[in-house]
Structure formats: structure tokens, C-alpha cells
């Protein structure tokens, strides 16, 4: 059975010496150790969330308020702080470009490691499938990553994450990078995906889109859950990502 379960779970982030303002400070700071003066930032401060099966889950809140760092937390990134993270089933963490590939090898290359990572056999022909998705030119696939445009590097890193159903999909904001055509088979490959994970949890600044979409929205504010709001079911019309243009 598909689950997560967060029990006061905090996360820190260290800061090394980003407050050493003083340049006495900065100098004396390599001779003598200040025992104990380890400086953090609590990204996520005692989160607790239980989500079973069906589960569509919005994360609001302002700028810096933990949203990132709790999807980071759930799809195993990073190891919480303090608490307990229990996660039944696969992720598929769709949270930024750059996660998990090395600009310096090929593109088929990190295809097929991104593939490995997430427990799936990368065979010539799961890759070509992923290669056709992304429209992009075949002598592309042998050019490392450093050499892609980032509209270039999403269409690869995209079609490789939503290559597979998830039984957990993880979604920070969304396709920025990519342009018109793209984004338009992007978001019918994910409403795809959306609608055969069981879980699926949106970190969004977009009110709407998180209203259209999701049965639960938590507000976080400075790490903490603020206020959770659940959506009525009579007012979520089937998924969409988009508004509809009239
Ligand atoms: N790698 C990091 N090192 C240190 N602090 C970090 C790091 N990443 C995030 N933070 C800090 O953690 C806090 C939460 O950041 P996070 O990115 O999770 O917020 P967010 O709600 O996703 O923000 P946004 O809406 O701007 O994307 C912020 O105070 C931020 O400065």
C-alpha cells in the first residue's frame, strides 16, 4: 500500500560562516574553533503529514517557507534532521533541472544513470523511447549535457523522469524553461502520469492550480505547517494543470 508519514520531522541546513560579517571575525575564525557555534537555518520545523492512497496535496506558503525542502526531504535527498519520514512506494521527483546528472557526460550516458538511480533498466530501446519524446536531434544523445541550452537539458531530464508510472509523483512549480509545443505534450505526458500516482504532492505559488488539483493544501510558514485547507470535492473539477482559456 502507497503511504507517507512525516512525524515531527525538522530539517537543518548548516551555514558555513555565511554570517561571519566581521572581518576580525573571518580571521580569528581559522585559529581558534568557536566549540559549539555551528550555525543553521531550520528549513522545516516539526512537519507532520500522513497521506495514504488518492492523496493530491498542495504545498503553499511564501518565499523560503520550506516547500522545496520538505518535497526534498519525502523523496529522500536529504535525511531529516530529527523525526521520522515512512514512504511506501516509488518516487518520481520531478523538482528542478540538474538533479542527479553530470553535465560532463553524454546525454544517453545520463539517461541511463538517472534510469539505474531510479531502479529501472536503461535497454536501447527504453532510451530511444525517452530520446523520441524529447524531439531533439539523434547525434544530440552522444554530446555531453554542458552543451545543451536548459530548454535542451529540461525535454532530456523530463522525459527521462516521466518515462515510468509513479506510485509517488513530486512536483516543484513547473516548465518554465521549455517552449509552447514542448510544454503542451510535457503537460499531457504528466496529466497522464498525475492521474496514475496515487500520491501525488505540488509545491505551487499558484493558488488556482493548486485549488484545480489538489484535495489538501498546507500553508508552511518559516518551516512550520500554518494551516492545512481541504478542498472540497464538489469544487475539483478533473485535474488540469492549466487554466482553461475561454
Ligand atoms: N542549500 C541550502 N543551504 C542553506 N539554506 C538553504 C538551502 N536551500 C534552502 N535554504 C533555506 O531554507 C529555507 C527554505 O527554503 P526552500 O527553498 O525550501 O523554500 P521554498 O518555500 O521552496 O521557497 P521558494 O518559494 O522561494 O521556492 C530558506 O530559508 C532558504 O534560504
Known amino acids: 500500500m502507497v503511504s507517507i508519514s512525516l512525524r515531527n520531522v525538522c530539517l537543518d541546513y548548516p551555514l558555513y560562516g555565511a554570517y561571519d560579517y566581521s572581518l576580525k571575525r573571518r580571521l580569528l575564525g581559522h585559529l581558534i574553533r568557536e566549540q559549539g557555534e555551528m550555525r543553521i537555518i531550520r528549513a522545516v520545523d516539526n512537519v507532520s503529514i500522513e497521506a495514504a492512497a488518492g492523496a493530491r496535496i498542495g504545498l503553499a506558503g511564501p518565499n523560503g517557507s520550506g516547500k522545496s525542502t520538505l518535497l526534498r526531504l519525502i523523496a529522500g535527498v536529504y535525511p531529516p534532521s530529527s523525526g521520522n519520514v515512512a514512504i511506501k512506494g516509488n518516487i518520481v521527483p520531478l523538482l528542478g533541472l540538474n538533479a542527479g546528472v553530470n553535465l560532463d557526460f553524454v546525454a544517453e550516458d545520463n539517461i541511463a544513470l538517472l534510469l539505474r538511480i531510479s531502479g529501472r533498466k536503461p535497454s536501447r530501446a527504453v532510451i530511444d523511447e525517452i530520446w523520441a519524446f524529447t524531439e531533439l536531434e539523434e547525434r544530440m544523445q552522444r554530446l555531453p549535457l ?101
Open 146 to 246: 554542458r552543451m545543451f541550452s536548459s530548454g535542451m537539458l529540461m525535454r532530456v531530464l523530463f522525459a527521462t523522469a516521466t518515462a515510468f508510472p509513479a506510485d509517488i509523483l513530486l512536483l516543484d512549480e513547473w516548465l518554465s524553461v521549455v517552449d509552447e509545443h514542448f510544454a503542451e505534450k510535457a503537460q499531457r505526458r504528466l496529466l497522464n502520469l498525475v492521474s496514475q500516482a496515487a500520491i501525488v504532492i505540488i509545491a505551487s505559488h499558484d493558488q488556482p492550480l493548486l485549488r484545480r488539483t489538489c484535495t489538501r493544501i498546507i500553508n508552511l510558514d518559516h518551516g512550520r505547517i500554518a494551516s492545512t485547507a481541504v478542498v472540497e470535492p464538489t469544487s475539483t473539477p478533473p485535474i488540469e494543470l492549466r487554466e482553461k482559456r475561454a
